[in-house]
């Protein structure tokens, strides 16, 4: 840990543990939405699924905040219905928005459609009144280094990683996952005011240590186009 050489400009939040990590996310994460809230009407948190940011959660479901101007949504989704265990929504539903948050928006990126393709019409339209730049963004990395659903191997990468994309969401379908999956584009999460890249283990660390190696590669390590001023990492082991 001590030999990983962050980006300058990127900041290291590591902890000891993943509750004392999820607690300290939670914490700033709290802080930055309570700032906002007093600037605009709303405010939005895109956050990740998987099993890393659980404790996370539960610690942000019971901040006092005033949830009811805050939009909640996923930086990707696997097209799945919502009572699948493989769907993020679930996830969100059953451990986010609890507590205090159950008040908040929930804006779903599993729409209908058969494919995300098909989706993608209503996707959009579920995210037409979302305030632009995003506010809060909580990614995680895989150890291929795609995040969000920003995979290596997803056709789509390159429209959906171009500066010029004018689509907040596309479809993803990388060959390495068995599901089809929708993710938010690079351009909405690059300007988001806040982001996090929330980590959990020593491989994670491994993939980091890969990533910043060779920070031209962006393609075939997504996570690179995140590694710059501002971004703080949260890792735990």
Same mark, same amino acid.
Do not use: Y
């Given at each position: 840990?001590?030999?990983?050489?962050?980006?300058?400009?990127?900041?290291?939040?590591?902890?000891?543990?993943?509750?004392?990590?999820?607690?300290?996310?939670?914490?700033?994460?709290?802080?930055?939405?309570?700032?906002?809230? !007093?600037?605009?009407?709303?405010?939005?948190?895109?956050?990740?699924?998987?099993?890393?940011?659980?404790?996370?959660?539960?610690?942000?479901?019971? !901040?006092?905040?005033?949830?009811?101007?805050?939009?909640?949504?996923?930086?990707?989704?696997?097209?799945?219905?919502?009572?699948?265990?493989?769907?993020?929504?679930?996830?969100?539903?059953?451990?986010?928005? =609890?507590?205090?948050?159950?008040?908040?928006?929930?804006?779903?990126?599993? =729409?209908?459609?058969?494919?995300?393709?098909?989706?993608?019409?209503?996707?959009?339209?579920?995210?037409?009144?979302?305030?632009?730049?995003?506010?809060?963004?909580?990614?995680?990395?895989?150890?291929?280094?795609?995040?969000?659903?920003?995979?290596?191997?997803?056709?789509?990468?390159?429209?959906?990683?171009?500066?010029?994309? =004018?689509?907040?969401?596309?479809?993803?379908?990388?060959?390495?996952?068995?599901?089809?999956?929708?993710?938010?584009?690079?351009?909405?999460?690059?300007?988001?005011?806040?982001?996090?890249?929330?980590?959990?283990?020593?491989?994670?660390?491994?993939?980091?240590?890969?990533?910043?190696?060779?920070?031209?590669?962006?393609?075939?390590?997504?996570?690179?186009?995140?590694?710059?001023?501002?971004? =703080?990492?949260?890792?735990?082991?």
């Amino acid at each position: 840990m001590s030999d990983l050489r962050l980006p300058e400009g990127v900041q290291a939040r590591f902890g000891e543990t993943p509750d004392e990590v999820a607690l300290n996310l939670a914490d700033a994460v709290a802080e930055f939405l309570a700032v906002r809230l !007093k600037q605009a009407p709303r405010a939005s948190l895109v956050v990740s699924g998987g099993s890393t940011p659980l404790p996370f959660f539960k610690a942000l479901s019971d !901040k006092n905040l005033d949830w009811s101007r805050v939009d909640v949504l996923l930086a990707d989704e696997r097209w799945v219905d919502e009572d699948d265990p493989a769907s993020n929504a679930r996830l969100v539903r059953g451990n986010l928005l =609890q507590n205090h948050a159950a008040s908040a928006r929930f804006l779903s990126l599993k =729409q209908p459609g058969a494919t995300p393709a098909e989706g993608l019409g209503a996707v959009k339209a579920e995210l037409a009144d979302l305030a632009l730049p995003l506010d809060v963004l909580v990614l995680g990395m895989g150890n291929d280094g795609h995040t969000a659903s920003l995979f290596p191997d997803a056709p789509e990468l390159a429209h959906a990683m171009s500066p010029e994309c =004018q689509d907040i969401v596309s479809a993803a379908t990388p060959a390495s996952q068995p599901q089809k999956r929708i993710t938010l584009t690079w351009p909405p999460l690059r300007d988001a005011r806040f982001t996090a890249l929330h980590l959990k283990g020593e491989d994670k660390l491994d993939t980091l240590e890969k990533a910043i190696s060779d920070m031209d590669r962006v393609m075939e390590m997504p996570v690179r186009a995140f590694l710059k001023p501002g971004l =703080q990492v949260f890792w735990s082991p």
